[in-house]
């Protein structure tokens, strides 16, 4: 990871995810510790470190994009953190009530898995847990 300095971490419009590690992010030209949330309108913190705090109630901004514009995305990537784990039962019935289909991987592979759907203009949104 670059040694950006870290700033507030919102960047609004769709960016692609540069480095990660050492419980971090950078995209936009900034740097972020903590987890992540990619959307076309823009990149957020979410409170969470692990994917048992990924609930359909801690991704709001994700759900009310869906909602307001329906089919604005597509398919959510879900970085689960340094390794692969399943996803909460509450979060894959929230998911698929909003209309998203999803995939679960490590953050590593998630974030390569969204920046080359997202350079191929798909409609691509991202939750990735900080990996160390």
Do not use: W
């Not at 909003?98 to 490590?106: C, I, N, T």
């Not at 203009?121 to 990996?131: E, F, S």
């Amino acid at each position: 990871m670059s040694e950006a300095e870290p700033r507030p971490a919102f960047a609004p419009g769709s960016h692609s995810i540069t480095a990660y590690g050492q419980g971090a992010f950078a995209f936009a030209g900034m740097r972020h510790e903590g987890s992540i949330l990619a959307t076309p309108k823009g990149v957020l913190p979410i409170e969470a470190t692990g994917v048992d705090d990924l609930e359909p109630a801690a991704l709001p901004p994700l759900l009310a994009e869906c909602a307001e514009n329906p089919g604005s995305i597509e398919f959510l990537i879900v970085g689960t953190g340094g390794g692969m784990a399943p996803l909460p039962k509450a979060l894959r019935a929230g998911l698929a009530q909003a209309g998203l289909r999803f995939e679960a991987m490590a953050t590593g592979p998630a974030l390569r898995v969204y920046n080359v759907m997202q350079t191929e203009g798909r409609r691509v949104a991202a939750a990735l847990i900080a990996a160390p």
